[in-house]
């Protein structure tokens, strides 16, 4: 992932200036660690083992349509700019 998006290079963006939200199911989330310090992750798994470390849960209704509009929504005074 940082390959392809040259911006993660530069390891001093904060979460202030991106942030990359991803919502997860049963799948392994490990192809974003390099990007751990401006991902989001929220998962929907009712087994919360199979939820990376550091996500959020949310209750599994909805598409990821439903956790992209509820982060907006519970962040919207303090999104990346």
């Known amino acids: ?23 997860q199911y ?21 087994n919360l083992e199979n939820c990376a470390p550091d996500a959020l849960h949310l209750p599994n209704v909805g598409r990821e349509g439903h956790t992209f509009l509820h982060h907006i929504v519970e962040n919207y005074d303090k999104l990346a700019k």
């Open 1 to 23: 992932l940082v390959g392809k998006l040259p911006c993660l290079s530069n390891t001093s963006l904060s979460k202030d200036e991106l942030e990359i939200v991803l919502s």
């Open 26 to 46: 049963d799948e392994s989330a490990q192809w974003s660690d390099e990007c751990k310090s401006v991902r989001t992750i929220y998962c929907k798994a009712e």
